[in-house]
Every structure is written in structure tokens, then in C-alpha cells.
């Protein structure tokens, strides 16, 4: 009997040790969302990667594990392996330290997860929008916006990459006159 207490209290801290590490694993969404921002800041400061791709009107980077599967003058929809569609748009009445697409972001009062940056030549930023068990990210740099739908698995991953192409789009800026 003794040794039948003895097995149900060493399986009972099992459980429990188990369920511990589980929750304490478990990153909750606003460390991810903070992670987010902070990936798009640090990548926005870094050395843009060099265009491998001409799409129409512009020049950019393309990581390998993307394709563009639409395009324009001004726009191109640049799709992943599994499917994940990545809206590109280029405003090219805008420069690199345009706040344009900030602004426009920041008047719908939806800011809790709104961040800008800025260096000498140009003005950053990141918007992400918790949706239902996904968040709309949308982050740019000057008249070059980038949007996508992203899981809080990949998130941290996406915004990486879409800071890196918004980085290193070249356009011919177009003066109204």
C-alpha cells in the first residue's frame, strides 16, 4: 500500500514538473509581438541585401523561398513555398524617408502595435494587427509598404524577410510637377 502512495506521489511531480516546464515554455503573444518589432528595427538597420530580381519599374532582393507570382508598374505579389502571399507596393511619389504609409496607419488609431525608426537617408516602420489566432503585418521603409498575414510561429521569420526586401528596393522616384 505504502509503495502504492510512493508511486502516485512520483508520478503526481512528474505531472506536474511536466505541465510547469510546458507553461513556462509557452511564449505569450506580446513577447512575440515585441520579438516582431524589435526583428524589424534591428533589420532595418542593417546593411540592405543586394537586388537579385527586376520586377517592372524597380529593383529588389527576393530571398530563395519566394517567387513573385504577380506584378506591375508599382505593385507585386510575392508568394512562399507553402503558399503565404506577400503584397508589395511601391509609391514611387515617395522617398526613402517618406512617412507616408506611417501616417496613414497611425490615423486609424489602431497603435498599440505601431513602430517607427528612422536613420539619416530613411524613415521605417511596423505595424501588426492581432487578427484571430494571426496578426496582418505591415512594414515598410519610405513609399515601399509590404503586407502579409502571419501565424505567431513565424512571425519573428517574416518579419525579418519582408524588412530585408523593403530594405533593398530601388525605385526611380517620380517628382510631381
Request: cysteine-free.
Amino acid at each position: 500500500m505504502k509503495e502504492n502512495k510512493m508511486g502516485f506521489v512520483i508520478i503526481a511531480l512528474l505531472l506536474l514538473f511536466l505541465i510547469t516546464i510546458s507553461v513556462l515554455s509557452i511564449e505569450t503573444e506580446e513577447s512575440v509581438l515585441e520579438e516582431a518589432i524589435n526583428t524589424a528595427e534591428n533589420t532595418f538597420r542593417e546593411t540592405s541585401p543586394e537586388s537579385n530580381s527586376e520586377v517592372e519599374n524597380f529593383t529588389l532582393y527576393i530571398p530563395d523561398e519566394l517567387d513573385v507570382d504577380e506584378r506591375n508598374n508599382n505593385n507585386a505579389v510575392l508568394v512562399s513555398g507553402d503558399g503565404q502571399s506577400y503584397i508589395l507596393f511601391i509609391n514611387d511619389k515617395e522617398n526613402k524617408n517618406s512617412t507616408l504609409n506611417y501616417e496613414t496607419v497611425r490615423e486609424t488609431g489602431e497603435n498599440e502595435w505601431l513602430q517607427s525608426f528612422e536613420d539619416a537617408e530613411r524613415f521605417g516602420y511596423i505595424y501588426i494587427n492581432p487578427l484571430d489566432g494571426e496578426y496582418e503585418v505591415q512594414l515598410g521603409v519610405g513609399g515601399v509598404k509590404l503586407t502579409t498575414i502571419s501565424g505567431k510561429d513565424s512571425i519573428v521569420d517574416d518579419v525579418a524577410m519582408m524588412m530585408a526586401i523593403s530594405n533593398s528596393v530601388e525605385y526611380e522616384e517620380i517628382q510631381e510637377g
